[in-house]
Each structure stands twice: as structure tokens, then as C-alpha cells.
């Protein structure tokens, strides 16, 4: 499966097998579409998800194509049959970054890696989908990932998480707790995160596409009610927070290895820092050993080790309430 951005588009031209997004600028009456997204389906694709979340975000705020997409659109892996895709859209004054990167091999592996990051004027959750598929196995991460601590900052999960934990709970038993996660991965996730594997199935793609439906829907509420912050130092505080995670998962981001097994460690690089976790360079200036020191070497370089404290959770490290019971 290909995935096309052609700005050129006035009007949809489908195929039986096509999919087209029509995204809209402007304001309401009279808006002119600026551009399609045309891609070709399979019986089992992800593709379905980026239509439906650039979509379904498109109702609630204007989308923009973002200048990313003038540099990252499509690559070739080495093989010459895998496919990465990638689209990038804004929606100022609240939406700093919504990217997408999809991967197709012809071996039956997909792999979604869907992000949206708010303005550092505002603290919601950062919306978290990346998914791996072969033709056995799934692997799957859904979250709205807090930008401030929840295990100790009850502010924070009280504003955001507390009313979620029904949409979690639908979803608990039909894709279960996928099994150890580090200290250092739950720091970064909520608790209504969906962190499951399983054996690929129609059905539970079908599951995992309604929980994302749903996930999304309920980050694009928060979004419309999220008032702006006006004072500077919560401002810096929300754009720091944000910060942090992407050179976190500049660093430690598993889908790494994959991509540079497809297209070249320089290649990969490029991706990760400048499309995937795009502000890193730009939205602080402090290091990834500034924000983790326990990685640092004796040598001051950084230690490649996934976990470095030792601890790991088997199970949900949140009760049904959402408080933390993993100390």
C-alpha cells in the first residue's frame, strides 16, 4: 500500500480500492479543500486510522499542511517493497505538530507510529498510537500521554484522567495488559494507556480501531475545552515538560532499530529527530543526559541500555481508580 500526497487534487478521483480525505482550510462557508490523501486499502490496514483521525481532527480545527511535509512525504526502503509514509498537519493556535508515519512491507508488517502535540500554551496529554503488525503478532501502545507527572501531581490526573477511566475499562479485557514494561516507559504513560499484544486477528484490529476511534474522540474534547495559559512560567513548565519526552523518545524510541534496519542509520536519525519527535531541537536546549543522568557513562556518552533502575511491571501499575500502586 502507497500512500500519495498530491496537492494538485481539485477534486477526489477513486478507485473501487481508494480512500479519499478531503482536508479543509479556512473558516466554515465556502472553505476550498487544500489537498486529498489517496491511498489503496487492504482486507487489514492501518491506513484507516490516519483517514479517521485526520478527519475526525479536521471537525474540530482547521488543519494546515505543515512545512514537515515539504521535507518528509515518502521513502523506499533498501528492500525497494517497503513503503514509509508520512504526512504532517497544524492547527494553530493548539495543535503545534500532528504526524503520521506509516510503514508497509510486503511480508504482511504495518507499523503506525501516529502523534499529536499541543501548543506550549496548553497542557494537555500528548495523543500516543504506535502499533506493529506482522502476520502473527501485534503489538500496541494507545495513550494520551501526560505531559506532567500523575503519580505524584493529582492536580494533573484529576483534570484529565479521572473522567477517562470508564473509556479505559471498555477496553481493558478485550486488549489486555501486555506483559513487562521499565520503570522508565510507565513514567511517560497514563492511566488509561492501552498497552497489549496479541495474535493478529481481523476482530481484535477491529477492537484496537474502535479504541482509537474512541481514544481520539476524547482527546479532541479536551482539546476543545483546554483554555489557554497566559502565565509565562506555566507556559515554559508545559514546554519543557514537552521537551523531555520527545528527547526521551528521540533516544529510547524502540521503532528505531526498525527504521534503520530500512532505510540507513543516518536515515533513521533524520526521521526520528526531525520528523517523529520534531521539537527536540528546537523547543529546549537541554540534553538527554541533563533530563536522564543515570544514563551517563563514565566515558559522558549514553548508555544504549533500554532500563537502567532495575524495576519492571508485569501487570497494570494503576488500580480502577487510576492511583498508582506500583512502589
Known sequence: MAL???????????????????????????????????????????????????????????????????????????????????LAYEAPPKIRLLRSLSIHGNDGMQVLDFGVYPEPEYDLPIFCANFFSSSTTSIVVLDLNPLHDVVENDEYKEKYYRSLLPLYAKYANLLPWGGKLTSESVKFFS???????????QYLHDVLYSAFKDYLKAWLLLLDLGEKETNPSRIIANQEAQHRYLTWRAEKDPGY???????????????????????VNTLGTK???????????????????????????????????????GS
Open 4 to 86: 500519495r500526497w498530491d496537492s494538485r487534487l481539485r477534486a477526489p478521483l477513486l478507485g473501487k480500492a481508494d480512500v479519499c480525505v478531503s482536508l479543509r482550510s479556512g473558516r466554515k462557508g465556502g472553505r476550498k479543500p487544500f489537498s486529498f490523501i489517496r491511498a489503496q486499502t487492504t482486507p487489514f490496514s492501518y491506513q484507516k486510522f490516519v483517514q479517521f483521525a485526520v478527519d475526525e481532527t479536521n471537525r474540530f480545527i482547521y488543519l494546515d499542511k505543515s512545512q514537515l511535509q515539504d521535507k518528509f512525504s515518502n521513502m523506499q526502503a533498501f528492500d525497494g517493497k517497503t513503503n514509509l509514509d508520512m
Open 191 to 201: 492511566p488509561i494507556v492501552i498497552w497489549t499484544r496479541f495474535s493478529t486477528s
Open 257 to 279: 532499530n526498525l527504521l534503520k534496519r530500512l532505510v540507513g542509520e543516518a536515515e533513521a536519525k533524520t526521521v526520528v529527530r526531525n520528523f517523529l519527535f520534531e521539537g
Open 287 to 325: 540534553s538527554f543526559l541533563d533530563y536522564f543522568p543515570e544514563y551517563r557513562c563514565e566515558d559522558g556518552t549514553i548508555n544504549e541500555k533500554r532500563s537502567m533502575m532495575g524495576k519492571s511491571f508485569e501487570r497494570r501499575p494503576w488500580n480502577s481508580k487510576g492511583d498508582f500502586i
